[in-house]
Nanobody, 123 residues
Framework: QVQVVESGGGLVQAGGSLRLSCVASGSIFAINAMGWYRQAPGKQRELVARLTSDGITNYADSVKGRFTFSRGSAKNTVWLLMDSLKPEDTAVYYC?????????????????WGQGTQVTVAS
């Protein structure tokens, strides 16, 4: 079992900042990628930022220059620092982990999701 837990959401005024945290734990053989996605009411879930196994971080155009993705030395913890927040950033933010669990003899990768954390930006 792999668990993904996010924290750090909340209510902030436009122009403010928040930092989200995500920790992956459990029976993990390897983590190939970790990222943040968000889903606003009535919209599809979209990529915000994602770090792949080759060390490249991809950002959505809408957050470039405002959001910063970082990872801890243990590699199972990531953060999303969100600056200059806008009302359109309001959404539930989800952490995604692409990982290979222990016990899978084929070393297959699975996607694991956290429960989500609400970010609300007031105008």
């Amino acid at each position: 079992q792999v668990q993904v837990v996010e924290s750090g959401g909340g209510l902030v005024q436009a122009g403010g900042s928040l930092r989200l945290s995500c920790v992956a734990s459990g029976s993990i053989f390897a983590i190939n990628a970790m990222g943040w996605y968000r889903q606003a009411p009535g919209k599809q879930r979209e990529l915000v930022a994602r770090l792949t196994s080759d060390g490249i971080t991809n950002y959505a155009d809408s957050v470039k220059g405002r959001f910063t993705f970082s990872r801890g030395s243990a590699k199972n913890t990531v953060w999303l620092l969100m600056d200059s927040l806008k009302p359109e950033d309001t959404a539930v933010y989800y952490c995604n982990v692409a990982a290979v669990p222990h016990g899978d003899s084929y070393r297959r990768e699975y996607n694991y999701w956290g429960q989500g954390t609400q970010v609300t930006v007031a105008s």
